[in-house]
């Protein structure tokens, strides 16, 4: 639910502090051609994906965007451009680049644009991957801002419902909504049951999928994940998960002159193709409806009800989203982040062959 | 998926066309204190809710909306009010008006500051049930505008993800993109399984609800539509749902002052509390994105590419969101709305009750 999809992907490891992970990351991105200020830009929302939980989306990603850089499928050089521009909305081209700097660009327009306005919607096309849809929905909050992002998902994995052809992608959303003395909360989900990162994470530990995750072609469960190549996601509610991912799609992609449907580029498959990544990004000042530090109390008031909901048999907890990622977040500041023994030697063989100092 | 969750609950009856309908709505609230202008446009929206296939937020509603006024719980003279105001975004507070007038009033003002601003947000505080969400979402579409609507429901049947209190509504979205042959694309979504009207067809028909809409106090499938007050509604992807639910809460209720959570009044049980109702109303001008022409040939691209996918077992046809009700709609318009016997003994006896012509 809050964007820690790949937190079961790490088994304990030994532990590494944020800023050494981001040190290491931005070490990397500059070898390969990414200006310094790009290169730790990137380095802390990645090194914030994994210290909030969402491995899946962190430095885990990160030999696979070198290939992409080195194969010329990202620019690294790009020069932004915002293509149309009024009080309350702007088109940014990305030009290209690491779908994180085009997002906090993005992010940082439509806060911008939302202390005059109220509100703000950016639109980006030629983006790409940009790893969990949280990092950009909180950018707003320090503004005392509420934030909502959604993406196309970089790869097909779902058809319309009742079809076969994997014509849409787990396309997220993220919204985030600013608290007084708990944290944020920051919800962060893909329109389908799991994201395809879970399936890969069972594939792994040679684990069965539960029912309802995939379907086959015939439409019968299928829950092993060495054949999901056979088969596809299903949507959250069905036909109503459908609904979201194809509107979603719509707005963020279509809308934005960006890749959905048929011309969407699997990013995991192919390393040069430029993937026309789309994203949109909406920050809503809060002031522009409430009083901010009353309203803050009230998101307070809310998180308090939720919390003492008597229980089902089998919860211990009721969680707000967002809580366990800002659980997993102060452990981490404290104690590091955990990395796998093999996802060391992965970072280890790509410093050595970009040529820059190990982790 | 289309707001048409209502569809089943009328067994073909006598045909009745869709001005005739509207004009007995009108009559029936200006009998009962609502100038002739504003009668006249919430019985238009409610004509149009059945004639696109709600039944079940269309006419379906009117004695329970009568019950109300005549109860003192809703305003027939309202002074709606802007309290704040900017270039792309207002705080509406409806008076305790009929939600129609709140909302179609939200829904101007957004188009007209998206006009100039390229996207506009509308929040209201102090409305009432507004019938389904794509009526609202759907107003942009004749500006050239996308439509993004959310409500706060108008009664707590779900609680917080493995909880047993009774915080949150079915809070529905509507999403509406505008296209050129085809007919608009058009979500109307529940952020659970089963909208809570379905359960009440399924009682009516004395059929069982398939597992999934509902669980008991243990967490068990509920499947019995006469014991659903003893259990709650599931949320679409489970933590999923609740997570949408909440965050629609915060922003289409809490943000705007009106009610969320424990202060949601129940407008089924009772008719006279005030329910101060929140709604939030997005729209967006496609003009700031996109060539509009352009963009609408995309979406109806998209359309052909969805239904082109192949088909799995057991299912014969793809749908886009929207298409049934588009359908149900030129049936309707061309032959009629049906009505049940059994509504319209019901509309007879209030038109007796408040002195107006039977329909």
Known sequence: MSGTSGVEATQEGRRIRISELAAFVARVFEAVGLPGRDAQRVAALMAEADARGAEGHGVFRLAQYVKRIQSGGINTRPEMRILRDLPASALLDGDNAMGHLVMSRAAEIAVEKARTAGVAWVGARNSNHAGPAFLYAKMPLAHDMAGLYVAVGSANHLP??????????????????????????????????????????????NEPMPEGWMIDRQGRPLTDPKRASEGFLLPIGGPKGYGLALMFGLLAGTLNGAAFGKNVVDFNADSSTITNTGHFMVAVNIAAFADVQAFK???????????????LPGFDEIRLPGERSARVYEDRKANGVPLTSELRRVLDELANRVGVERI
């Open 160 to 205: 319309p419902w009742g079809g076969t052809a994997m014509l849409l992608s787990t396309n997220p959303i993220a919204i985030a909504v600013p608290s007084l003395r708990y944290p944020p909360v920051i919800l962060d989900m893909a329109t389908t049951n799991a994201a395809y990162g879970k399936v890969k994470i069972k594939a792994q530990r």
């Open 297 to 311: 109390q009230q998101v307070d008031e809310i998180w308090d009800q939720m919390k003492s909901s008597p229980k």
